[in-house]
RNA sequence: GCCCCGAUAGCUCAAUUGGAUAGAGCAACGGUCUUCUAAACCGUAGGUUACAGGUUCGAUUCCUGUUCGGGGUACCA
């Protein structure tokens, strides 16, 4: 509808051979002024010199001669605006179309690009935290919108098996090992204290039968330990219905030689420079403070120089859009891997960066501190097994990427009968409920159902937001945020619960059952495909 | 010091590229089940949008400054 009255106001400015880009249609709060409303004469009274009223007034006329019957009234109201009130058929017109086009309802041309999302990355040294919970439902939601588009989607997690990180978590395991044989062996400072620490000591004790290698820094026994706890990690978020299709790891880009690439072509250009015994990089080109060292004195890149080879591969690989998520804590650092690919001479403007803010824990309101060393913290899968998946899923949706989340343990398993989720996956078992029911009637056939008779208000409301999805789906399109989708699912829910509350659907009255029948049936397959982009299960009974 | 994010109802947060009377949920209070699920609906109450300026027809939104939180600012990742 948005769309409609936009490209009509634009054929008008074109034939008054006027330029305006920055005039609004939207939807206003207030009922009063329409379904849709625009600014476009107040933007237009600065260009001309004129009362805006009277250019809403010349606007209208126009708009009038020009549009087909779908609005039925047009008002101009100061101190300039321009509303639109939308006849009842083409809300009423929304139930055929959602029948017609299922999942493909308000859905544009398929996009056809290539897609690359890259999220959690998490190393594998220890159970997945609730801070990667938040990433793994954002990247993954962002992919199914991107799917939504008809756009072909890689989901990559991208990880380091190689650094000190892992070594630590090596010598975690053999100390534990140690002590499992019953020696006095203490974990190594700033090892891994947590308890599957232990469990993966004990498998590898079984499985090597008790002999363990001489060095703790041993391959063997960091590749077990990073195996067991990469299967962990994958069932985590195979819970969470996030499932990746591309892991890359660093050590790859290492044996492969994509590390002296970069550092051959940056040479070459004339970017880096020696300097005690380290490899810099002329960062301060780019706009940083200072330069960055690439290769430190003892000869192991900085994570910039991987992060800059791998980004170069995504770049390779011809994605259309690569988008990174990170926790906020990152911020930093992508200057420096943009600066490296522009001195290489590439162009990152497809190279999109998306921050969430972290999600704190309280528990009896008090802070939760995470460490993943200490093993103080929730993992994700506690979380899961707490409140189950889709209660997971929303809970970390619901927010903006730029807002903190704050979970708190209690509420989430208090709530978990009351809950925002509940109340949309309820109002789809409503309806499930409903067709059911209207079958044990004997009604058995409602799609010849007559669309003209969803005239009430209440009724009426619920098609003006399933007339809406199309324009959503843009928002997050657009801003790369699903939260709108969730507050628009709220919506949704809300009109129909107030439309089932008011007006009941099978009456001794067969044609307006009938009618109301097919409108439940269409506003169903809504709901269900919009909380399938959201990941969230619409089940039929509760 | 510098950079990024935030500050909106008692709490957690919205407000779709600057729009008209700032909205939800939870918590509080009151009402609604003989009828398709009351996990719902209706109503009441709750606000100087952190503070001070500025930009304009119009600011929660943009700009400047201040205060308070969070995160960064490594030859850690």
Redesign the pocket.
Same mark, same amino acid.
Not at 21 to 30: G, I
Not at 402 to 406: E, G, K, Q, R, Y
């Given at each position: 509808m948005?769309a409609y009255i936009?490209s009509l106001l634009s054929e008008i400015l074109r034939d008054m051979s006027l330029e305006l880009? =920055?005039?609004?249609?939207?939807?206003?709060? /207030?009922p009063?002024?329409?379904d849709v *409303? !625009?600014?476009i004469a107040?933007?237009l009274?600065?260009v001309l010199k004129k009362n805006?009223l009277l250019i809403a007034e010349d606007l209208r006329k126009e708009i009038e001669a020009r549009q087909e019957s779908i609005i039925k009234k047009i008002e101009c109201?100061?101190?300039?605006?321009? /509303?639109f009130f939308v006849a009842d058929e083409f809300y009423q017109s929304m139930v055929e179309r959602l029948i017609n086009e299922g999942s493909n309802f308000m859905k544009p041309t398929r996009e056809g690009k290539k897609v690359q999302i890259e999220f959690v990355s998490a190393?594998p040294t220890g159970p997945l935290t609730i801070g990667h919970g938040r990433q793994a439902v954002l990247g993954d939601t962002i992919a199914r919108i991107f799917e939504w588009y008809g756009n072909d989607v890689t989901r990559e997690y991208y990880f380091?098996n190689a650094?000190?990180?892992m070594q630590r978590l090596g010598e975690s395991v053999y100390a534990r090992c140690k002590q499992l044989l019953g020696e006095e062996y203490p974990i190594p400072e700033g090892g891994y204290e947590g308890e599957y620490i232990k469990e993966i000591a004990q498998e590898y004790l079984k499985e090597k039968k008790n002999v363990l290698p001489k060095n703790p820094l041993d391959e063997d026994i960091i590749n077990f330990a990073a195996d067991r706890i990469f299967s962990m990690i994958r069932e985590t978020l195979k819970r969470l219905g996030v499932i990746h299709d591309v892991f890359t790891n #660093?050590r790859d880009l290492y044996t492969e030689g994509k590390i002296d690439e970069v550092l051959s072509i940056l040479r070459k250009k004339g970017y880096l420079y020696d300097?005690?015994? $380290?490899i810099?990089f002329k960062a301060t080109l780019f706009g940083a #403070?200072?330069d960055?060292?690439f290769v %430190?004195?003892?000869g192991?890149? !900085?994570?910039?120089l991987?992060d800059i080879a791998y980004h170069r591969e995504k770049l390779l690989r011809g994605f259309d859009v690569i988008i990174d998520i990170f926790?906020?804590?990152?911020?930093?650092?992508y200057p420096d891997v943009k600066a490296g690919l522009e001195a290489m001479g590439y162009d990152t403007s497809k190279i999109i960066v998306l921050?969430h803010?972290?999600v !704190?824990l309280t528990r009896d309101g008090k802070l939760v501190k995470m460490s993943t060393r200490k093993a103080n913290f929730v993992t994700l899968d506690e979380l899961i097994d707490l409140v189950g998946p889709d209660v997971v899923r929303y809970f970390y949706l619901?927010?903006?990427m730029? $807002?903190?989340? /704050?979970f =708190?343990l209690e509420?989430a398993q208090k709530?978990?009968?009351? /809950?925002?989720v509940?109340?949309l996956?309820?109002?789809h078992?409503?309806m *499930?409920?409903?067709l %059911?029911?209207?079958q044990q009637k004997g009604i058995d056939y409602y799609l010849d159902g007559d669309i003209h008779l969803l005239s009430e208000p209440e009724t009426l409301d619920v098609l003006k937001v399933a007339a809406?999805f199309g #324009?959503?789906m843009?928002?997050c399109r657009? &801003?790369l945020?699903p939260?709108?989708l969730t &507050?628009y699912l709220?919506k949704l829910? !809300?009109t129909f619960? %107030?439309?089932?509350?008011?007006?009941?659907?099978?009456?001794d009255d067969l044609l307006l059952?009938k009618a109301?029948l097919k409108m439940v049936y269409a506003i169903k397959t809504l709901l269900a495909e919009a909380l399938g982009i959201l990941g969230v299960t619409a089940? =039929?009974?509760?």
């Open positions: 948005i936009q880009s =920055d005039f609004t249609v939207e939807h206003p709060s /207030n009063e002024f329409g *409303s !625009t600014n107040l933007k009274a600065h805006p109201v100061p101190p300039g605006f321009i /509303n190393n380091n650094g000190r990180q #660093e300097k005690d015994g $380290a810099w #403070e200072k960055r060292v %430190k004195r003892s192991e890149p !900085t994570y910039r991987p926790g906020a804590d990152h911020h930093a650092t921050l803010q972290f !704190t619901i927010r903006s730029d $807002a903190h989340l /704050n =708190d509420l709530e978990s009968d009351e /809950n925002p509940f109340y996956q309820y109002a078992a409503r *499930s409920n409903i %059911k029911h209207s809406e #324009e959503v843009e928002v657009r &801003t945020e939260m709108h &507050t709220q829910a !809300t619960h %107030k439309f089932y509350a008011t007006h009941r659907v099978v009456t059952s109301r089940p =039929d009974v509760m």
